[in-house]
């Protein structure tokens, strides 16, 4: 059963903008925060930016802040990754997360960008940066 469908990938030039899209079903559908997260050749897959659901509360790692913007349509259950100003360093494999409830304080944000805090993953969408 299909939970997270992301698309939206390609090639780009350095300085161009792509916007990624996820399709959520399922227990996807009614997460308790989102996030995108991507992972570079030879490199660990790293938290790109957060949504929690209920209050709407945004977290961007440093890299990407002022770049790049999470947005989720409610209504069509689907989650947006609007990035702007590519560089050949953003160039990796993107995935959506879901969280389907919180342990602890996980939802203070202190660690948003730690993997296992999402219970569902996508599949990726590759996302190529040219110079």
Known sequence: QVQLVESGGGPVQTGGSLRLSCEASGYAANPVSMAWFRR?????????AVLYIATGITYYADS???RFTIS??????MLYLNMNSLKPEDSAMYYCAAALYFEDD???GASWYEEYEYHLWGQGTQVTVSS
């Open 40 to 48: 570079a050749p030879g490199k660990e897959r790293e938290g790109v």
């Open 106 to 108: 996980q939802d203070d």
């Open 64 to 66: 990407v802040k002022g």
């Open 72 to 77: 989720r349509d409610r209504a069509k259950n």
